[in-house]
């Protein structure tokens, strides 16, 4: 992995909060990334790379207008890229508030990238970084570089070291992927050459839980990304639904069939069975936890076609959620405890609707051609991932948790859908 070490410390100790990023209208840094300059040939594709993947996150983050430096004066960084020799002048007319700058050159059989941030008002550096590391390490160097670039102008960071499992059919058999917050270095994790679907992330990121109707039904596994060894939680007769982690990564609350109806059942994560939780005629299914561990968010036909449902764990008590529209379904609770978001059949197609806990404040998010479905939180509560048909196939997509800046990060071939967001790889 690249290591970081920085190079000015100026502004980077105590990093400003200049714009609220849960507010109603979220403003637009302008930005420009200049080429890296490649110190020798060998080192232009990697220089290439670096400013393809920056530029990818900047856009996909939905906080920067991003600026083409094509438009520059001349080169500002021809003669250095210490403050005193950046040629600010040169770029004064882009409208750029904020520059990047540096350069790629191979180093030990590995790459050294180094990467500036300027503050073009000011004409001062806010902070520089050094990264080394392996040619395949460079996506991750440039995630950590994008993350500190946030975390400076929104004072939380950003989450591009964060990865997001799914389910693809490029190999033939819809198998369990993961890959990069923007959809960089994806990576097949089943082989089952069957059908694999619902991945779920435990709350320490070091397992995902997922249905695989390999062998003789659909059964309940966990996968440890460590070793990559798997072990079944629920292979029990009949239905073993999806599974969702308890935040304290102690529970699994799943569907089964056991006694005839799908009911919600709670699991130890070895797969023994603590408590039912629901007693209903309805179908119960698709659980999603509340950040504090209390409730559940559930689908059910209790009340005719498939609505949400809010369970409270302790008291077992069960109140409908979601009255407009006769399906709704997909429930995933926000980290931040705040909305949940669901998949909405409206006007014939599936959108992706937010919703308050209480039932209050039901905002469509997505709009358009296309079915848009299986809504899944960032950590911290700032995007949503879904799978959409809009461009066709499905494929995988990030907006901003208000609907804002949808981005396409997956274009393989086949279908990619039931996006799912890991916890936080890393510390914030």
Known sequence: MGLALILSTGFVAEAQVVVDIFGPAIPRFPICVFPFKAQGSDATQGSQEAMRILTQDLRISGFFEVLDPSKALSDPFRQGFEPKDV?????KLLGADIVVGGKVELEGGGLRWEARLYDLPQRRMVFGKVYRGSANDLALMVHKFVDEIIKYYTGEPGIFQTKIAFISSRSGAKELYVMDADGENPRQLTQDKNLVLSPKWSPDGREIAFISYVGAGAHLFSLELNGMRRRVISARENMNGPGAWSPDGKRICTTLSIQGNPELYLLDTSGNILQRLTQHPGIDVSPSWSPDGRSVAFVS????????????VASGQVRRLTFEGRYNTE????PRGDRIAFSALLNGAHKICSIRPDGRDLVQLTDGPGNDNSPSWSPDGRYLAFSSTRAGGSQIFIMLFNGQNPVQITRMPGEQSLPSWSPWMTEK
Do not use: K
């Open 301 to 312: 036909d209790r009340a005719g076609g498939p609505q949400i449902f809010i369970l409270d």
């Open 87 to 91: 040629d600010f002048d040169a770029i």
């Open 331 to 334: 429930p995933a609770w926000s």
